[in-house]
Each structure stands twice: as structure tokens, then as C-alpha cells.
């Protein structure tokens, strides 16, 4: 018992050793931007995929890691059939390069699992194997985009705290936009890093989108002191959902239709935001996004 025990510590201290190692090295330039979002169902998935194809367009290197643990999804809506995935990362039978993915304008793809109760039960330590791995994945990319699973579990909560931006995506419905309060209220509790934005799906017209964003950032501002930027919204379209039958991401099956266009604006957005915006002098990527996680979790 006490020798099990005193493995799993020794194994801990050298997962931190590894991260703490990756902090060393130039990880600077990678920006972590987190997709999430309080409600499930609200279109952070197609919104993850899409924005992440949109930035590999712009000519941005994109690493794409779907960590909606255990009920990882974006391979489904990409048409791939990964061999492997996270669990294998996890129980150390591969690394993260050896299940990552090459997907439409070049985007690297690291899939998740699903219907796997071990990913969605992850400990601290697994949590902090996962990370060490991605921290492997050094300058290789300018931007790892992760799409966090919904709610507030702690894994969630471990990439949203982290990231350099968070992006919470909600539909115009009250109980969505209740819960992405509740999102951004937990993010701030536990002093989030990055700048909190915020992307409205599912709108009628535009203006319901600007309508519905000025009032959550309204009382995110009045109530928890946070500054929600708003990014934009994405119309309610059909084609997002023909692209998900057809397993084809709307940029590259629709890349005319609406949705796409919205999308491809809120990309604009976020790369203003965050690559060219110089007055934002926050220091960021890899190596703050490791620190951040070790922070959250030791
Ligand atoms: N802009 C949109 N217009 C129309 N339908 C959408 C839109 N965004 C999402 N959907 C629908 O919602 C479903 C769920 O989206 P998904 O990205 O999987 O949500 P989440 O990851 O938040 O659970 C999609 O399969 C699609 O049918
Ligand atoms: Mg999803």
C-alpha cells in the first residue's frame, strides 16, 4: 500500500519535472486559445473546427486538440477515423505526435476519445502526463486551439484557466447565456489568465448577436468586474448542419454559406486581437500556458 503510494508520488514529481523542463525551452510563441462554453450543444465543436481552419487558411500553423475528454468529437465532423487518440497518450502506448493528424489546409488534428470513462475521470496526474506530452509539441505551431468540453468540470477548468485567450461560445438562449455566465464567473474566480471573449452561435441577424453580447458582457462587467470582449456571432445556418451530416467542415464543404462567413470574421478578430495587438504585452503561449497548469495543478 505505502509503496503504491510512494510510486504514484514519485511518478507525479517527474510529470512536474517534465513540465517544468518544457518551461525552459522557447515556448513562447505559440498562442493557447480555448473554445468552451457553459451549455453543451451550443456549437463550440463546429465553431473550434471551423475557426482553427479558418486561421490555418489565414497561414497561421494551427494545432487543433479536441479535449472535450471522453466525448471527444470534432474526427467525426472531419470525416477522419483516428487509430489512435488521447488514452493512448495517456496509458504511455503513444505519444502526441504519434496520433496526431493532418487535416484540410494543413491543420494538425490531435483527437480525443470517446466513451471512454478514463478520460472523462481524469486525475491531477494524468491531466498533468497529457499536458507534458503536448509540451513536446514545441514550436511547431503559432496557435493550439482546444476545444474543452462544456460545464465546469476540472479538466475544463485547467485548459480555460490556462489558455492565453478564452473564447465562450453561447447561443442567444437564456439558459445557454445563463450558463456561460457561470462559466466566465468560475474562470474568474479562479483568476484566469487570458482575455475572455465571447461568440454568440446560432443568431437570427447580426444585430441579435450584438444584442445579445452587449447585455452578458454588460453584466459580466457590472456584477464580477470581468472585461468580456465580444468577437462576433455566427448565424444560424443550415449548411453547418449539412456539413455535419456529410462529416466535411463547413469552411471546406460550404465556404460561401453564411455561417462560414461568420466564422472567418470572428478569425480576423482574433487575430488582431491577439497576434497584432502590441499594446497587449501580456506574455504568453506555451511557456505560460505549462506555468498556468502546473499552478492549477499542484
Ligand atoms: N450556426 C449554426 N447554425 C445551425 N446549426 C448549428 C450552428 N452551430 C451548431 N449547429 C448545430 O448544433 C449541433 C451541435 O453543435 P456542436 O458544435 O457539436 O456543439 P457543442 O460542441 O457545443 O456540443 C450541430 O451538429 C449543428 O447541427
Ligand atoms: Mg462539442
Same mark, same amino acid.
Given at each position: 500500500m505505502r509503496d503504491q503510494a510512494e510510486k504514484l508520488r514519485a511518478m507525479a514529481r517527474s510529470l512536474k519535472q517534465q513540465i517544468a523542463s518544457e518551461l525552459g525551452r522557447g515556448l513562447e510563441h505559440t498562442r493557447v486559445i480555448a473554445v468552451t462554453s457553459?451549455?453543451?450543444?451550443?456549437g463550440k465543436t463546429n465553431l473550434a473546427l471551423n475557426l482553427a481552419l479558418a486561421l490555418a487558411q489565414k497561414g497561421l500553423k494551427v494545432t487543433l486538440l479536441d479535449?472535450?475528454? $471522453?466525448?471527444?468529437n470534432i474526427d467525426i465532423i472531419m470525416g477522419l477515423v483516428p487509430e489512435y487518440n488521447l488514452y493512448h497518450v495517456l496509458r504511455g502506448e503513444k505519444s502526441i505526435r504519434d496520433i496526431m493528424l493532418t487535416g484540410p489546409f494543413g491543420l494538425k488534428f490531435i483527437p480525443g476519445g470517446s466513451g471512454i470513462q478514463e478520460l472523462a475521470n481524469l486525475s491531477e496526474d494524468e491531466l498533468a502526463r497529457v499536458v507534458a506530452e503536448l509540451g513536446r509539441l514545441d514550436g511547431e505551431s503559432d496557435v493550439l486551439l482546444i476545444d474543452t468540453g462544456a460545464g465546469i468540470a476540472n479538466n475544463v477548468l485547467a485548459f480555460v484557466t490556462a489558455a492565453d485567450d478564452i473564447i465562450v461560445v453561447t447561443s442567444p438562449e437564456p439558459t445557454s447565456l445563463t450558463d456561460a455566465y457561470g462559466i466566465i464567473k468560475v474562470a474568474a474566480a479562479r483568476r484566469a489568465r487570458g482575455t475572455i471573449y465571447l461568440v454568440v452561435n446560432?443568431? $437570427?441577424?447580426?444585430a441579435e448577436g450584438t444584442l445579445v453580447a452587449h447585455k452578458l458582457t454588460t453584466v459580466a462587467q457590472r456584477f464580477l468586474g470581468v472585461e468580456v470582449a465580444a468577437l462576433g456571432s455566427v448565424l444560424e445556418d443550415e449548411a453547418v448542419e449539412r456539413a455535419v451530416r456529410s462529416q466535411e467542415p463547413l469552411l471546406v464543404a460550404?465556404?460561401?454559406?453564411p455561417a462560414a462567413r461568420g466564422v472567418r470574421a470572428i478569425a480576423d478578430r482574433i487575430i488582431a486581437a491577439s497576434?497584432?495587438?502590441?499594446?497587449?504585452a501580456r506574455p504568453g503561449g506555451l511557456r505560460s500556458f505549462f506555468r498556468s497548469l502546473t499552478g492549477f495543478l499542484r
Open positions: 457553459g451549455k453543451g450543444g451550443v479535449a472535450d475528454m $471522453g466525448m471527444a446560432r443568431v $437570427g441577424i447580426e460550404y465556404p460561401g454559406s497576434f497584432e495587438d502590441k499594446t497587449a
